[in-house]
């Protein structure tokens, strides 16, 4: 029997561990190495995470092999480049599932955000290249974004392909109850971003967690999800500080960087259970059903989603292009032996 009381032991546990009690825990982030410690259950990636990542020594390997598989599949430049993006994400990927025991998130290029055939052809490439280096699709969520083309592209990757969907850039409950309705696995609303346009458009400085836009989007979507009986799952991400992560303990996810973990890892002050299913069901929220036409109004309707959904796409393709534009370069030295 151990005799030191549970208050003290809660005080002697870290945020970090005490949070793992209500909420699973995913790294946020391509630089795998940064995150066994926190013994996270799951990591999401995205193309800046993977652009920053494939700019450390440590990883020029996975480059340099992702390079040599495009150029030997051949085809036009265009072609090689594509598939050797494809294959370096998957790698960041195979590596980080040796890390975490449970899934990687892999995201579909932004710049087909509003093509929902070329969405779902890219992902199923990409199940496909897992599945060749002996990992089945039960460990994956593609990332698709929250636009009504990515979400539709999402509803039939899991109805027609069991693929798992982890619905990012969301942004408003219009994104989100359409997400429900097309049975995706799991959404990400991003916290900090939308702190971020409230502190940029009210001029304020800053917000307690308990008023923070960002936390309060998250809360009423889990509200309505399990009010309502939704399989999909909410992951928190994008986060600017703990507060937002603590103020979200209890969330069926929270996807966190290595610098928070870091973080929650030295806190140890209380983190009590915030969301929980028993306040979610006797909260007063109403069930709407969206079709193309209302989804398209009532988001159109938010103006911080509309601009920071645009903006989302706008910077991952951003990034997807500086990754294209460095692996060319290197391509082109490996063609000419340098």
């Not at 303990?249 to 610098?259: E, K, M, R, W, Y």
């Given at each position: 029997?151990?005799?030191v ?15 793992k ?12 190495n ?22 450390m ?21 265009d ?69 009504w ?73 889990f ?31 929270l ?18 259970e ?34 920071k ?16 534009t ?13």
């Amino acid at each position: 029997m151990s005799s030191v009381s549970p208050d003290k032991r809660r005080k002697m546990e870290s945020a970090l561990n005490q949070l793992k009690k209500h909420t699973v825990v995913v790294a946020d982030t391509g630089d795998f190495n940064a995150i066994e410690e926190y013994k996270p259950q799951d990591a999401t990636t995205n193309p800046s995470l993977i652009l920053a990542a494939a700019k450390m020594p440590a990883y020029q390997h996975l480059v340099d092999q992702a390079i040599k598989y495009g150029i030997a599949i051949g085809g036009t430049e265009d072609e090689q480049v594509a598939n050797t993006m494809d294959k370096l994400f998957v790698s960041f990927g195979l590596e980080i599932l040796k890390k975490v025991p449970g899934r990687v998130s892999t995201e579909v290029d932004a710049r087909l955000s509003f093509d929902k055939e070329e969405m779902v052809a890219k992902a199923l490439r990409i199940i496909a290249l897992y599945e060749e280096a002996g990992i089945g699709k039960e460990r994956v969520l593609i990332k698709l974004s929250s636009t009504w083309e990515g979400i539709q592209a999402g509803r039939e990757l899991e109805e027609k392909h069991g693929v798992h969907c982890n619905m990012t850039l969301l942004f408003s409950f219009a994104q989100a109850v359409a997400c429900a309705e097309a049975k995706v696995t799991l959404i990400s609303p991003f916290v900090g971003r939308i702190l971020d346009w409230y502190k940029e458009s009210t001029g304020r400085k800053s917000y307690e967690p308990q008023e923070d836009p960002g936390v309060l989007s998250v809360t009423q979507i889990f509200n309505y999800y399990k009010k309502f009986g939704y399989s999909t799952v909410v992951m928190g991400a994008s986060f600017r500080n703990t507060g937002q992560v603590k103020a979200l303990a209890g969330c069926d996810l929270l996807t966190i960087s290595p610098s928070l973990l870091a973080e929650l890892s030295q806190d140890h002050s209380t983190v009590t259970e915030m969301l929980k299913v028993e306040k979610a069901k006797a909260s007063d929220l109403e069930k709407i059903h969206l079709d193309e036409k209302d989804y398209r109004w009532q988001h159109n309707k938010d103006q911080m989603a509309t601009e920071k959904l645009s903006d989302g796409i706008r910077k991952f393709a951003a990034d997807a292009i500086k990754l294209e534009t460095m692996i060319k370069e290197k391509m082109l030295n490996v063609k000419n032996g340098k």
